[in-house]
């Protein structure tokens, strides 16, 4: 992951140790930095500590900071507070005033342990990474009756609970052949299709956090084998597991994910396991 940080100098390094290489964590100086940084480079995700800087205007500070990133990478930001008065009013403030993108707050001391930290980071970034995949203004979602749409968003957020095209049709309150017409009609690929992104793109994230190898991420997402999961991310973009994060970088893995969510360049999609 590439990470964005303004963070004091202990609660960073703590990010550190969650965070190792090959993830890149950049912790800006002061705000202005933090806004400079995210007009220069993309970023996975932002961590901030509202008291950072001792500056009261956190939350407006937060709105310049997601007015300065460009409209075609949205990011989350995470709240990385610690448990003293003036933090948990500012962290308050934070979650009041700041706009959607604030997605979780992590409390220093409680919830940053090394591995849950990462793994609380990996779920925001894949959450939202879902969420943008399912409401990117480049994906006609929105020409789908609501429950489809909803369907839908469920699938790419808890892939593993939805493993089949009856699964899905059923979330959807329809039958597997209406769920396919309302996808051609929206331009769309077929379900089947949409289950592999899903799955994928959960097994991406997974793995890009580092803390969870091929084969538990197959385990937990239905794949028969870690073998299995390599062939239907070779399928899907080009790359193999062992390519993330050097060369299938989140853009990419998006860019490829989103051409075969639309029917005009889905192709046939992968078999499924």
């Known amino acids: 992951m590439n990470v964005l940080a303004f963070l004091t100098p202990s609660a960073h390094g703590q990010l550190l140790r969650a965070l190792p290489p090959p993830h890149r964590v950049t912790n800006a100086s002061d705000w202005q930095a933090v806004a400079a940084a995210v007009r220069d480079r993309e970023y996975d995700v932002a961590i901030l500590d509202p008291c950072a800087g001792h500056d009261h205007a956190c939350a407006e500070r937060l709105r310049t900071l997601v007015d300065a990133t460009p409209a075609s990478a949205p990011m989350p930001v995470i709240g990385y507070v610690s448990v003293t008065a003036s933090a948990i009013h500012s962290a308050q403030t934070f979650a009041r005033l700041a706009p959607p993108q604030v997605a979780n707050v992590i409390v220093r001391g409680l919830d940053d342990a090394p591995r849950a930290f990462a793994a609380a980071i990996q779920r925001v970034v894949s959450s939202w990474a879902a969420s943008q995949l399912v409401y990117s ?137």
């Open 137 to 273: 203004t480049d994906n006609p979602f929105g020409a789908l009756p609501p429950p489809a749409v909803r369907a839908v968003e469920a699938l790419f957020r808890r892939p593993e609970r939805l493993r089949s095209v009856a699964a899905l049709a059923a979330e959807a309150g329809t039958t597997r052949r209406s769920l396919d017409r309302w996808l051609a009609r929206a331009g769309l690929a077929s379900a089947r299709t949409l289950l592999a992104c899903a799955r994928a793109n959960a097994a991406f994230h997974l793995l890009s956090g580092g803390h969870i190898r091929a084969a538990r991420a197959a385990d937990l997402l239905g794949y028969p084998s870690a073998r299995a999961l390599a062939r239907e991310m070779q399928a899907l973009t080009g790359c193999v597991p062992s390519a993330i994060p050097t060369r299938l970088t989140h853009a990419a893995f998006s860019a490829a994910i989103t051409r075969r969510l639309k029917r005009s360049a889905a192709g046939r999609a992968p078999d499924a396991y």
